[in-house]
Nanobody, 126 residues
Framework: QVQLVESGGGLVQAGGSLRLSCAAS????????MGWFRQAPGKEREFVAG????????YYADSVKGRFTISRDNAKNTAYLQMNVLKPEDTAVYYC???????????????????WGQGTQVTVSS
């Protein structure tokens, strides 16, 4: 099991940027596939971005492709989500999650990961 703590959320104007961080503790961070998800009020939680254990493979939801970048620093046990050109519809609580190294993209995009952080609020004003 890995413990995850998100940070970096806040209030930003449309067109602005934020970088979220997900600090991990517990077992070896580099053995985990990492993902970012979000949940807006009244909506289902949705997949945002995922990254393989090595960082060599990344994938994104269509709604954020070209604007968001997921990355990781295994030496710092931290995953990141750089969010640019933010839109009001990006407003949500953002969660990071961890799964095993062999997690399939289907499992990732379906949110079938065992370990989750507590979330950080991102609010984009128009």
């Amino acid at each position: 099991q890995v413990q995850l703590v998100e940070s970096g959320g806040g209030l930003v104007q449309a067109g602005g940027s934020l970088r979220l961080s997900c600090a991990a503790s517990g077992r070896t961070f580099s053995s985990y596939t990492m993902g970012w998800f979000r949940q807006a009020p009244g909506k289902e939680r949705e997949f945002v971005a995922g990254i393989s254990w090595s960082g060599g493979t990344t994938y994104y939801a269509d709604s954020v492709k070209g604007r968001f970048t997921i990355s990781r620093d295994n030496a710092k046990n931290t995953a990141y989500l750089q969010m640019n050109v933010l839109k009001p519809e990006d407003t949500a609580v953002y969660y990071c999650a961890a799964g095993p190294a062999g997690l399939t993209p289907w499992h990732m995009t379906s949110g079938l990961l065992p370990d989750w952080g507590q979330g950080t609020q991102v609010t984009v004003s128009s």
